[in-house]
């Protein structure tokens, strides 16, 4: 299959990228591309090449698949070097994702031209590298060291307006005018002579805007080797030639490419992709139209998943029970919109225009038309059940019912209704609104189509699906509990809280097990009427200790949230060891560590062992995007096997006597220790 093609607009070369999914810069694209600019050059018929990209965008950059290869040559840097060179001028034309290499080599033509659809930046932060094709050099000199550190340190595009405001590009033309513009456009390059190369320019902002851009924003990328990297290697355009400052660009590049934390973002990245394929789904289960859904329950995950769909442009019918709880959720999204357009996130206009698509009501009976609706109610099965009862008897036959449970059995819920084919759980992650994972749970009779309407949908509000299996807590939270176990047990044993927590912390999560017991609240599952005073959360409860809500709870709270340790909660605690019996010690960091991962590892290979989980990298998916597992070591499966089976499978060992059935280890795990 050809991946460029070229054509003759008189006396214009014009070459398009034409390598789906992505345009991605591939050793035989380069190639392509490289030999049309060399002929373009001997050509005394071409003036001047225009580069864009076919189909939806100019291009995703270079092809992730081949780092690590032995790579083909032109190099990327070569090409991008070779383009800059070209005696004629080479315009790039822009349209939709213009990423990494997809914008290093428009950055190295001598014009650009964008489209309204174009989306420029260099995300290789992301991925644990640096723009290694002289982003870091040729964008401080085209749009200042400022503005090219914030683009590539934080890896996040700007649109084609902004693009052009910060001289980034050169012209915006309507899109269907893009080809026509940019021909014309190299046409007057070509006219006026020498080419503009931007490896020629100077950097505006010198070390100064590298200085201050570290010292307001370099404390806030600690344990991440790549943005330090970034900085560095933009510092060397404002102080080195540009043959220099490209070399040392290279080198950091290929630091950072043999080095762990890229591996292990690189598996993120296509960990994500997977996650989106299910095993088994027949070719023709294509996705249902979802045009308006319902939302049962207005309380903190209704409201967030209720915006998850406004934001996207989905109308949503909302239902609660009472008028009272009905507008204290109706206020709670407007504030939580409000406060994002204050914050910059939402115009005014977007705002209400969200607002106009929400249908707060009090009668289930406005659910008839509705296309998909989601349950976010009371977590009790017989409230479920009784709730999936009344939507089977009021929506439209085939409208999608699915529950946002975090625990319960979809089997069950869906066995309340006639339908039970287009049931399954789309658990959304709190709050619902930022969190980026949905976990769609996979019930025994969910149609193929049902599921293949969630994972579609997933997409469409900006979420990273996760396929899972019926089992208590599905992927996620059941590998939480085995975790909160450990940390509850090592707290008896001797270990404070607070280390517990720091350990977690110093692993790269963004809190430890007890400064998120305290955020979700104590008393979450628990009441005073069952309590029985016997565990230290119990106890902590009935003290009206009930997390940061009450201003304390493992922790004390000062007006500012900040957490001190409290020596009630260690008293509480010696005292619920002595009642129980429990030996204490002095616990070490690497045994709180090993406990309370390897057990979560273990459990994580249980959940593959029993189909749960459709692959390991789902896993890691889960974690990364649920609960901030930090992505630089790839998530909990990835991470297990950099540290090896064996030394888990060991570790568990270890401590089996200690871990409960947590530590009864998983056949798979132990079949890859071996
Ligand atoms: C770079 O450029 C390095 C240089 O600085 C220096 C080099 C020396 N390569 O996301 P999607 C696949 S680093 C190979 O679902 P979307 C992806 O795996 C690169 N494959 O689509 C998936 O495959 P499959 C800097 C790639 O429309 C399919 O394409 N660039 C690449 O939602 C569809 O992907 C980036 O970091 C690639 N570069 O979003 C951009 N990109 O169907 C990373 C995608 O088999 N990519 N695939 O699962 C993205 O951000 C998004 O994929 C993009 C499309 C916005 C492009």
């Given at each position: 299959?050809?991946?460029?093609?070229?054509?003759?607009?008189?006396?214009?070369?014009?070459?398009?990228?034409?390598?789906?999914?992505?345009?991605?810069?591939?050793?035989?694209?380069?190639?392509?591309?490289?030999?049309?600019?060399?002929?373009?050059?001997?050509?005394?018929?071409?003036?001047?090449?225009?580069?864009?990209?076919?189909?939806?965008?100019?291009?995703?950059?270079?092809?992730?698949?081949?780092?690590?290869?032995?790579?083909?040559?032109?190099?990327?840097?070569?090409?991008?070097?070779?383009?800059?060179?070209?005696?004629?001028?080479?315009?790039?034309?822009?349209?939709?994702?213009?990423?990494?290499?997809?914008?290093?080599?428009?950055?190295?033509?001598?014009?650009?031209?964008?489209?309204?659809?174009?989306?420029?930046?260099?995300?290789?932060?992301?991925?644990?590298?640096?723009?290694?094709?002289?982003?870091?050099?040729?964008?401080?000199?085209?749009?200042?060291?400022?503005?090219?550190?914030?683009?590539?340190?934080?890896?996040?595009?700007?649109?084609?307006?902004?693009?052009?405001?910060?001289?980034?590009?050169?012209?915006?033309?309507?899109?269907?005018?893009?080809?026509?513009?940019?021909?014309?456009?190299?046409?007057?390059?070509?006219?006026?002579?020498?080419?503009?190369?931007?490896?020629?320019?100077?950097?505006?902002?010198?070390?100064?805007?590298?200085?201050?851009?570290?010292?307001?924003?370099?404390?806030?990328?600690?344990?991440?080797?790549?943005?330090?990297?970034?900085?560095?290697?933009?510092?060397?355009?404002?102080?080195?030639?540009?043959?220099?400052?490209?070399?040392?660009?290279?080198?950091?590049?290929?630091?950072?490419?043999?080095?762990?934390?890229?591996?292990?973002?690189?598996?993120?990245?296509?960990?994500?992709?997977?996650?989106?394929?299910?095993?088994?789904?027949?070719?023709?289960?294509?996705?249902?139209?979802v045009e308006r859904v319902g939302i049962v329950g207005a309380g903190t995950m209704g409201g967030g998943i209720a915006m998850t769909f406004l934001s996207a442009g989905i109308p949503v019918t909302m239902v609660e029970r009472e008028?009272?709880a009905l507008d204290r959720g109706v206020a709670l999204i407007r504030?939580n919109y409000?406060?994002?357009?204050?914050?910059?996130?939402?115009?005014?206009?977007?705002?209400?225009?969200a607002m106009g698509r929400l249908t707060p009501v009090l009668e289930f009976d406005a659910l008839h038309d509705c296309d998909l609706v989601i349950e976010a109610a009371f977590e009790?099965?017989?409230v479920k059940?009784?709730i999936f009862?009344r939507l089977d008897?009021i929506c439209?036959?085939?409208a999608i019912l699915a529950s946002n449970t975090s625990?319960?059995?979809?089997?069950?819920i869906?066995?309340?209704?006639?339908?039970?084919?287009s049931v399954l759980g789309m658990h959304f992650f709190s709050p619902a609104n930022?969190m980026?994972?949905l976990?769609?749970?996979?019930?025994?009779?969910?149609?193929?189509?049902?599921?293949?309407t969630a994972?579609?949908l997933a997409?469409r509000l900006?979420k990273?699906?996760?396929?899972?299996?019926?089992?208590?807590?599905?992927?996620?939270?059941?590998?939480?509990?085995?975790?909160?176990?450990?940390?509850?047990?090592?707290?008896?044993?001797?270990?404070?809280?607070?280390?517990?927590?720091?350990?977690?912390?110093?692993?790269?999560?963004?809190?430890?097990?007890?400064?998120?017991?305290?955020?979700?609240?104590?008393?979450?599952?628990?009441?005073?009427?069952?309590?029985?005073?016997?565990?230290?959360?119990?106890?902590?409860?009935?003290?009206?200790?009930?997390?940061?809500?009450?201003?304390?709870?493992?922790?004390?709270?000062?007006?500012?949230?900040?957490?001190?340790?409290?020596?009630?909660?260690?008293?509480?605690?010696?005292?619920?060891?002595?009642?129980?019996?429990?030996?204490?010690?002095?616990?070490?960091?690497?045994?709180?560590?090993?406990?309370?991962?390897?057990?979560?590892?273990?459990?994580?290979?249980?959940?593959?062992?029993?189909?749960?989980?459709?692959?390991?990298?789902?896993?890691?998916?889960?974690?990364?995007?649920?609960?901030?597992?930090?992505?630089?070591?790839?998530?909990?499966?990835?991470?297990?096997?950099?540290?090896?089976?064996?030394?888990?499978?060991?570790?568990?060992?270890?401590?089996?006597?200690?871990?409960?059935?947590?530590?009864?280890?998983?056949?798979?795990?132990?079949?890859?220790?071996?």
């Open positions: 299959m050809p991946m460029i093609s070229t054509a003759r607009h008189g006396d214009v070369l014009v070459v398009t990228v034409d390598n789906p999914p992505v345009n991605a810069l591939g050793t035989a694209v380069r190639r392509a591309i490289g030999e049309a600019v060399t002929s373009a050059q001997a050509d005394a018929g071409i003036v001047a090449t225009v580069i864009g990209g076919a189909g939806k965008l100019f291009s995703g950059g270079a092809d992730i698949t081949e780092f690590g290869k032995p790579g083909g040559e032109p190099g990327l840097p070569e090409l991008c070097d070779a383009v800059e060179a070209s005696a004629k001028p080479v315009i790039a034309a822009l349209h939709g994702t213009c990423f990494g290499g997809g914008l290093e080599l428009p950055l190295s033509c001598h014009g650009r031209v964008a489209a309204p659809s174009a989306r420029l930046g260099l995300p290789e932060v992301k991925l644990g590298l640096l723009p290694g094709a002289g982003g870091t050099q040729r964008l401080p000199r085209l749009v200042g060291v400022a503005r090219a550190l914030d683009m590539i340190v934080s890896g996040d595009p700007i649109g084609a307006d902004a693009a052009l405001a910060a001289g980034l590009v050169d012209r915006v033309v309507p899109e269907a005018e893009l080809l026509a513009g940019a021909v014309a456009f190299a046409r007057d390059a070509a006219a006026r002579g020498a080419p503009r190369r931007t490896g020629e320019r100077e950097a505006q902002g010198g070390v100064a805007a590298v200085d201050a851009f570290t010292a307001a924003k370099g404390r806030a990328l600690g344990g991440r080797d790549a943005p330090a990297a970034c900085i560095r290697a933009v510092r060397g355009a404002v102080e080195l030639p540009l043959a220099d400052g490209l070399a040392q660009e290279r080198r950091l590049f290929v630091d950072l490419l043999g080095g762990a934390q890229s591996k292990a973002l690189r598996h993120a990245f296509f960990a994500e992709r997977a996650a989106n394929k299910i095993e088994g789904l027949p070719a023709d289960a294509k996705p249902l139209k008028r009272g504030s409000e406060r994002s357009a204050k914050r910059g996130r939402f115009t005014p206009d977007e705002v209400e225009a009790l099965l017989e059940t009784e009862g008897r439209r036959p085939g625990y319960l059995d979809i089997d069950a869906a066995a309340a209704t006639s339908r039970p084919g930022v980026k994972l976990e769609v749970v996979r019930g025994a009779r969910t149609e193929p189509a049902v599921l293949a994972m579609a997409k900006g990273v699906a996760v396929v899972s299996g019926v089992c208590h807590g599905f992927i996620g939270n059941r590998m939480l509990n085995p975790r909160q176990a450990q940390a509850n047990a090592l707290i008896l044993e001797g270990a404070a809280p607070e280390d517990v927590d720091r350990v977690m912390l110093e692993f790269g999560m963004p809190m430890g097990p007890f400064q998120m017991a305290d955020l979700a609240g104590l008393d979450l599952g628990w009441t005073a009427e069952t309590s029985k005073g016997e565990t230290v959360r119990d106890i902590l409860c009935e003290r009206g200790r009930r997390g940061q809500k009450t201003g304390k709870g493992f922790y004390d709270y000062d007006v500012d949230r900040r957490r001190t340790p409290s020596d009630e909660v260690k008293a509480v605690i010696a005292e619920v060891a002595a009642r129980q019996g429990v030996a204490r010690r002095t616990i070490g960091d690497d045994e709180i560590r090993e406990r309370l991962l390897y057990s979560m590892v273990n459990e994580g290979a249980k959940i593959l062992d029993e189909g749960i989980a459709q692959r390991a990298s789902d896993i890691d998916v889960v974690w990364i995007n649920g609960y901030g597992w930090p992505a630089t070591t790839g998530g909990p499966m990835f991470w297990a096997e950099s540290v090896g089976f064996d030394r888990v499978a060991a570790g568990l060992a270890r401590h089996r006597d200690r871990l409960g059935d947590a530590g009864e280890p998983s056949p798979r795990l132990l079949s890859r220790s071996a």
